[in-house]
């Protein structure tokens, strides 16, 4: 028998100490669970079950309403036209309908409404996009054996415009999960096992990322003598950490998971992982193992077998490709095109300017670009002139983190230079040095000298890439964020880059700029 076994049937009395509210001080030890094994049976997420409900009844909506429409663009609403002839004859309401309920169990069959994938991820996009496909391929085969000679102006209507409407659907519902994950509804309640200071981590990265939808509700610690009333070191969460006192079923019950977490597998001993999966599966509660890798995006994770034993492959950075030609290619395309477009704005703006404060309409500011190379980065001047040598003298003003030097009410900023700064209509000239190839669309934060002379060594990673007009920094706080987290995303862009990440992070910060958030 392994050690895992011999705590999970160990028989010990002890109270619970998990209380969800209430100071430090009071935390008292509320009466245990007398039919442990009933509890954790019964446990389910009337959440999950609603959820995909909505998601299910949506679905069948969205499709109907395709192929219904398809039929009423293609042949009219009272068209006498609207039948295909073949073996078997049949209107295009039929094939509608036919098409829609294949369609739909389709979605099914593919898995896109598993909870494992609902509400966060882009995985449920892909399996909606792929069930898509594969009912399109399932029609074309259907109407060569049934030789029907079915209008292909009614097929180019209805997936098309079946496909967006499904992603769409997702995409309401996701945003009505997150929002209901911000009130503290519908989340999962998490069991880490493993170590402490690796269960903190994980619990901050639930706090700060809810949208996620776990919450760390209890630590086990199999092999740590502690005492009974014990709590992890975060002060806006009361979350247990149990060690031997507690079996398996104590520590589930106590935190009321949902789900497991181990980190730190070294606490379960030999085969321990194997016999805790056993374990669960009895009580279908989900099993994840943390690999302790962080800011490493999924695409660069690997699952191998190596003698019947798994291993985590970590692809090499990606930074190399941010330098290729499709970026390359997409920077000057979408400077052109949006130059183009919003060269009357540009105009006014710069009228503005010149006619609210004395001084030029640009500011050229230097900074440090791709390999250390300097450049001046153009911005449209929103403060007064000589505001760089008050610098100093504000300095003990600042609001800024780390070498940055940020105020929320800077007595340098003009009047028209406010407004400009709170929608980022400041930094549209940076286009025109995306045009001359000292920056990119997306990319990390373009830096001071003064910032570059007090980087660490892996800090200097930043400068492997052409820095960017807007980027992970930009649609995650801009001036709110800590000095460490702008590092941290700055970072986590350059070694995981994607064609398909800047196009997410472009309209994302069309949202972020529209609400300002930060920007100061």
């Known amino acids: 028998m392994s050690q895992l076994l011999h705590w999970v049937n160990r028989d010990e009395p002890g109270g619970d100490p ?24 019964a446990r389910v997420k009337p959440w999950q079950v609603g959820y995909i409900r909505r998601v299910f009844v949506t679905d069948l909506i969205v499709l109907l309403a395709a192929t219904a429409v398809a039929g009423v663009l293609r042949f009219g609403a009272t068209s006498d036209d609207s039948r295909i002839y073949g073996s078997v004859t049949a209107s295009y309401v039929v094939l509608g309908g036919v098409i829609a309920a294949l369609w739909w169990g389709t979605l099914s069959l593919t898995r896109s409404r598993d909870v494992k994938i609902i509400g966060h991820g882009a995985d449920e996009y892909a399996r909606v996009t792929r069930a898509t496909f594969l009912v399109f391929g399932w029609v074309a085969i259907l109407s060569l054996l049934l030789k029907w000679d079915a209008s292909r102006g009614f097929l180019a209507i209805a997936f098309p415009l079946g496909l967006i409407g499904l992603l769409a659907g997702r995409r309401y519902w996701r945003q009505w999960l997150v929002r209901q994950r911000r009130r503290g509804r519908a989340y999962s309640r998490v069991l880490v096992v493993g170590g402490v200071r690796s269960a903190k981590r994980i619990a901050d990265g639930f706090l700060n990322g809810q949208s996620g939808g776990y919450r760390v509700t209890g630590v086990w610690v199999p092999d740590r003598h502690g005492s009974l009333n014990e709590w992890l070191d975060i002060p806006t969460a009361f979350i247990p950490v149990m060690g031997t006192q507690r079996t398996l079923t104590d520590a589930l019950n106590i935190s009321e998971a949902d789900a497991v977490i181990v980190t730190d597998t070294e606490h379960l001993g030999h085969d321990g992982l194997k016999d805790l999966a056993w374990q669960l599966e009895e009580h279908s509660i989900d099993l994840m193992v943390s690999p302790n890798v962080i800011d490493v995006a999924g695409p660069r994770i ?20 941010a330098a290729k030609l499709a970026k390359t290619a997409f920077d000057k395309a979408f400077a052109i095109a949006f130059l183009t477009l919003t060269f009357p704005l540009l105009l006014v703006i710069a009228m503005v300017v010149k006619l609210d404060s004395h001084g030029p309409v640009l500011y050229r500011s230097e900074r440090i670009g791709v ?48 407004f400009l700064r709170r929608y980022s209509l400041d930094e549209l000239p940076q286009f025109f040095n995306v045009l001359r190839g000292e920056m990119s669309v ?8 003064a910032e570059v002379e007090q980087y660490e060594d892996a800090t200097h990673r930043r400068l492997l890439v052409r820095q960017g007009v807007t980027g992970l920094w930009q649609v995650s706080g801009r001036s709110d964020l800590t000095w460490e987290e702008t590092v941290r995303l700055d970072l986590d862009y350059v070694e995981n880059w994607s064609m398909m990440r800047d196009l997410q992070i472009v309209w994302r910060t069309v949202k972020a700029v529209g609400r300002s958030d930060g920007a100061y």
Do not use: C, W
């Not at 998990?18 to 049976?41: K, W």
């Open 302 to 321: 690997h699952v191998r077998g190596v003698s019947n034993m798994p291993f985590i492959h970590l692809e090499r950075p990606t930074y190399a490709g």
């Open 371 to 418: 390999g250390g190379r300097p450049f001046f980065m153009l911005k449209f001047r929103t403060m007064v002139i000589g505001a760089d040598t008050e610098t100093v003298r504000l300095d003990g003003a600042n609001d800024g983190a780390g070498p940055l030097f940020k105020m929320r009410d800077d007595p340098r900023i003009t009047r028209v230079g406010r």
């Open 18 to 41: 998990r209380q969800p509210h209430g100071s430090s001080t009071d935390r008292a030890a509320p009466r245990p669970p007398t039919e442990p094994d009933e509890t954790l049976n």
């Open 442 to 449: 997306v990319g990390p934060r373009p830096p001071l000298r």
